[in-house]
């Protein structure tokens, strides 16, 4: 059974997206399309902007939500999910791949998302880190244990966890995490505490566009970063898109369960070659690779 996975935050490059804006006429017409929609022509971002202006949210997101699911587009008939899954970001990717929600309406989402992330980011200082080595349990007994708002937020794969919180909390739970044993505890370069409690005004923001926005019967079932299960009720999906932006991201446990119900290849679909990585960290015994688009 195929399993096709799309990236989240961290995914994008200088470039992307151009091959296929200058190889598929489809492509062109949504990247163009895209621009109209989000007001700005991302395109001139994604096609010859510096690193730097691809780092910020507002355009990031949008970034590798039209890279991904442009991807899937030009893929036509060889494009066959059993089951799809996003990390972050990319469950919107996902869910457009699998038809619970349109082109128009995911992008709209998306930037709204990033918006509403980026002004939460900048209520309060906060930050995320990268923690490698640890068992999950330890990571979250040294969360709970410090003071402060910090928290696990991106189960990744078994060793590779990524905490989320306040400033001084994270630094103070990155030492701790050593003094624990962790091979690496570091702070990483992005702009907010995703998926903490501190994204609460972002999520009562998207929670409202996501009520408003029409959600499909899916072509097949979505392995959500909450819950991590099987998921084909759009009431459902939802429900567990509007916790995601403060709830962790499951990604082990997500993997695990589409093995389980019987994913034997993985694709990633988008920018990057970082859930491939994962995954067969996750699960060695399965086949993953990027997807092969038609030259």
């Known amino acids: 059974m195929n399993a096709y996975v799309f990236p989240g935050q961290g995914a994008q490059y200088v470039g992307m997206g151009l091959d296929l804006y200058e190889t598929y006429p489809l492509a062109q017409e949504l990247f163009e399309n895209a621009n109209e ?3 700005f022509a991302i395109t001139d971002i994604m096609f010859e902007g510096t690193a730097e202006d691809l780092k910020q949210t507002k355009v990031t997101q949008p970034a590798i939500f039209l890279h991904s699911v442009i991807m899937s587009k030009v893929l036509g008939d060889r494009f066959k999910p059993n089951m799809v899954a996003g990390h972050s970001l990319g469950e919107f990717s996902a869910l ?5 929600l349109n082109f128009e309406d995911g992008l709209k989402l ?3 998302r990033a918006l509403a992330m980026q002004k939460a980011c900048e209520l309060k200082p906060s930050t995320m880190a990268a923690v490698l080595g640890l ?5 979250e007994k040294v969360c709970e244990e410090t003071p402060g708002i910090v928290v696990a937020a991106n189960y990744n794969c078994p060793g590779q966890l990524v905490i989320s919180g306040e400033v001084e909390a994270i630094e103070k739970a990155c030492e701790k995490m050593k003094e624990a044993g962790a091979r690496r505890a570091l702070v990483l370069p992005v702009g907010g505490a995703f998926h903490s409690p501190l994204m609460e005004p972002a999520r009562e923001e998207l929670a409202a566009a996501i009520e408003n926005t029409t959600f499909n019967v899916p072509k097949c ?3 959500q970063n909450v819950g991590t299960v099987a998921v084909s009720d759009s009431e459902k999906i939802k429900k567990n898109l509007i916790l995601q932006l403060t709830a962790p991201v499951k990604w082990t446990q997500s993997v695990e369960n589409m093995v389980k119900d019987g994913a034997t290849l993985f694709i990633e679909v988008g920018p990057g070659k970082v859930l491939q990585g994962l995954v067969r960290k996750i699960a060695p015994g399965v086949e ?3 997807a092969d688009i038609p030259k």
Do not use: K
Not at 96 to 100: K, M, Q, R, S, W
Not at 135 to 139: A, C, G, L
């Open 37 to 39: 929609i989000l007001g």
């Open 110 to 112: 998306v930037s709204q």
């Open 135 to 139: 068992e999950d349990s330890t990571v």
């Open 96 to 100: 457009v791949a699998n038809e619970t």
């Open 221 to 223: 079932a979505v392995y």
């Open 288 to 290: 993953s690779r990027s």
